[in-house]
């Protein structure tokens, strides 16, 4: 069986763009997980360093800690949220707040 490795690397030079994502880090002890809420390169790797820290998950309390405008701001620039992160946004009725359109 073959096995090819390929390695992404973005730099200035490159024409294609990686999509900024809205997803979780994860931090705590073993089975003890807690996570941030941040944005993220698409192709860098889940618990590398984060553009923007965004907010807070506990799974075990249910505790969410959320910087809204920050996430608003994120998603109109035109971030993706993973299916996660989309849960638990629109259980804190952010995601909906975001995709409104403000009054002009």
């Known amino acids: 069986m073959l096995k090819l490795a390929f390695q992404y690397q973005i730099t200035a030079n490159d024409k294609t763009s990686a999509m900024i994502k809205l997803r979780l880090k994860r931090f ?3 089975r003890e997980a807690s996570f941030r809420i941040v944005a993220m390169n698409s192709l860098s790797r889940r ?3 984060p553009l923007e820290e965004l907010g807070f998950y506990n799974p075990r309390t249910k505790e969410v800690k959320l910087d809204e405008d920050g996430i608003r701001r994120r998603l109109q620039q035109g971030a ?3 299916d996660t992160v989309r849960y638990i946004l ?3 009725n952010v995601l909906e707040k975001a995709s409104a359109k ?3």
């Open 102 to 104: 403000p009054a002009s």
């Open 80 to 82: 993706q949220p993973t």
């Open 47 to 49: 618990d590398g360093r």
């Open 90 to 92: 629109e259980k804190a």
């Open 28 to 30: 705590g002890k073993k």
